[in-house]
């Protein structure tokens, strides 16, 4: 390694303490630590990762004062994101400058590496003069649209958002996105989304921007996102090819492994609504009546809290146990890419969140699109009008549309042709990890910009 880069060579990861951002910004300290840095991660009190075995070279600090469960439950994920900025400023700083005081001259801080909606570090960052650097964990298309929205006057914007006749109609300068598929939240009111957006794609300082997608998927989205913030984009993923890195908060169930095995090549439909989607119990039993009447077997992730009441799937009426029990598994978590990549698995029935979207393609994997909240919109919409490899099951659940889904994913032609589709693309991605690739390329120009920074 050349000598001007071992006199700063930590990399400090502030991760949001969410499954979805939490599992991509460890891939990539994976992928900076085969680079040799050394990674120190700051954390909240809240959903920790634990320094197991794959991260046994890290160094993880705990940011003191930081929001808890509980806070989550009673704020709700949107507000939570909002008061985490707030109250973690002050002293993730005292933290970052306790670090660099202890460290050696063979260790120094190279930069401040942040999720996107952990924009607090750039302050501190800014004050020890050290580099910091945006990580986006979503696409650079879900990136792009937070951009436009942030400039978007936040009256109009809103007038537009309740306008039912705009809802289907293309929004200026997104093509394909219609004024549905933009990132707005389940979780908060425009108003506050468009606030946040404004913090988040305020780069400031920053001085780079990584974002976890591959030039074969975004090229258009990423030029533009280029010439609009001006400062370097690097786009480096899927970092779950380039760096595999288990990273799951909740306990995975792998029983599930041992009941694929005994299922026939491609004939299972893997369901799985993400960490934080909801379900009301009229939608559950209608997806339950689809999935049985559909005759296809199939593996069905249902989260405790994902669904009414109390328990698990206690709390649904008899009649689910009696429509599952004959094709279905039900695990509360699962090993999703050992399951992705099973032969068994022929579809997945995803809300779309942007790791879940690159591990199915990463597979050849097709999709049946159910986005929730968020960027999934932005992911399902690209799925189905953009890369073809999916399709959206969009309105009110029943049981009849979710038996055509199956169907139409599992038995059909049309499957058939998503699955190629899925596999051209999965091709794609793994050329663009491996030497001489665009992403990895970029990695690499990635490290060569830290070590002129350091040399200045």
């Known amino acids: 390694m050349d000598e001007k880069l071992v006199k700063k060579r930590r990399i400090v990861l502030v991760p949001l303490p969410a499954q979805g951002h939490v599992t991509p910004i460890m891939q990539l300290g994976k992928a900076l630590y085969s680079k040799g840095f050394s990674i120190t991660v700051f954390q909240t009190q809240y959903n920790r990762v634990s320094s197991s ?52 001259d063979d260790d120094e801080v190279a930069c401040v590496v942040y999720d996107e909606y952990m924009h607090f570090s750039n302050a501190a960052a800014k004050e020890f003069r050290l580099p910091s650097v945006v990580f986006s964990t979503t696409c650079a ?55 946040l957006y404004s913090e988040i794609v305020n780069t400031g300082t920053a001085s780079a921007v990584i974002i976890n997608t591959a030039n074969c998927l975004e090229s258009t989205s990423l030029a533009r996102l280029q010439r609009e913030l001006q400062i370097p984009v690097y786009p480096i993923g899927p970092l ?6 288990p990273s799951s908060l909740l306990e995975e169930d792998r029983s599930c492994i041992e009941w694929l095995n005994m299922q026939k090549p491609r004939s299972v439909l893997y369901i799985s609504l993400g960490s934080l ?45 009696k429509l599952v029990s004959e094709r279905g598994y039900i695990v509360k978590w699962a090993p999703q890419m050992e399951v992705l990549r099973h032969p068994a698995v022929g579809g997945f029935w995803s809300h779309c969140g942007w790791n879940s979207t690159l591990e199915s393609i990463g597979e050849g994997v097709p999709m049946i699109c159910r986005p929730f909240t968020s960027d999934q919109k932005v992911n399902a919409r690209y799925l189905e009008s953009v890369w073809s490899v999916g399709f959206q099951l969009e309105g009110k659940l029943d049981k009849e549309d979710v038996e055509r889904a199956v169907k139409r994913l599992l038995v059909d032609e049309e499957g058939e042709y998503m699955r190629k589709r899925a596999i051209e693309l999965k091709e794609k991605l793994e050329s663009s990890v491996r030497s001489g690739g665009s992403s990895c390329c970029s990695l690499d120009y990635f490290v060569n910009f830290l070590r002129m920074k350091s040399s200045i």
């Open 53 to 104: 075995k794959d991260f046994s070279d890290f160094h993880f600090l705990t940011i003191p004062g930081s929001l808890t469960e509980t806070d989550l439950k009673n704020l709700g994920p949107l507000q939570f994101a909002t008061k985490l900025n707030q109250v973690c400023e002050a002293s993730f700083k005292q933290c970052l400058g306790q670090l660099l005081k202890e460290q050696g």
């Open 240 to 245: 779950h090819i380039a760096a595999s890195a």
């Open 141 to 195: 298309t879900a990136f792009l649209c937070r951009s436009v929205i942030a400039k978007v006057n936040v009256d109009k914007f809103l007038t537009d958002m309740k306008d039912l006749e705009l809802q289907d109609k293309l929004f200026p300068g997104l093509h394909p996105l219609r004024y549905k598929d933009l990132p707005t939240s389940a979780f908060g009111p425009i108003e506050s989304i468009h606030r």
């Open 277 to 321: 989607a909801l379900m009301e119990t009229k939608d559950t039993l209608e997806m339950a009546w689809g999935l049985r009447n559909s005759n296809q077997p199939f593996l069905w992730v249902i989260r405790p809290g994902s669904i009414p009441g109390p328990e698990w799937t206690e709390s649904l009426p008899e009649e689910f146990s």
